[in-house]
């Protein structure tokens, strides 16, 4: 986990970590569990806060369940990046969201969700 945490500080290697099949999903479950391996789950955070600069790692975390980088790009981005996290909130499925997240992505968007 320290190695990959290491490569995410690259730009050209952070891009190429999120474009691997399950590895936002991976460091999303290790990020988010009990784990004993505090020191682990700690690079897993810290590698997921690197991979955020890429607006497909934050979709890909939003569909596994990590809303925070989307909202926070839903408030402060461009309005490029206001107007794709709009369109993916719109587009995920109910089940997807908790029902306080749902209140404030409408909340913040404006939409009838």
């Known amino acids: 986990m ?5 490569l995410s500080k690259l730009d050209p290697i952070c891009e190429r970590i999120g474009a ?13 569990s009990k784990s004993e391996n505090g020191v682990a789950v ?7 806060k690197n991979l955020e600069k890429y607006e497909t790692n934050v979709k890909q975390m939003a569909e596994n369940g990590r809303l925070q980088p989307l909202l926070t790009k839903l408030i402060e981005g461009m309005l490029y990046m206001q107007l794709q996290c709009t369109s993916l909130v719109a587009n995920q499925s109910a089940s997807s969201f908790s029902n306080t997240t749902l209140q404030f992505a409408k909340r913040i968007t404006r939409l009838n969700i």
Do not use: R
Request: charged share 15%; hydrophobic share 50%.
């Open 2 to 6: 320290s190695l990959l945490y290491e």
């Open 20 to 32: 691997i099949y399950g590895a936002i999903l991976l460091l999303v479950g290790m990020a988010s």
């Open 42 to 48: 700690e690079k897993a955070e810290n590698t997921l």
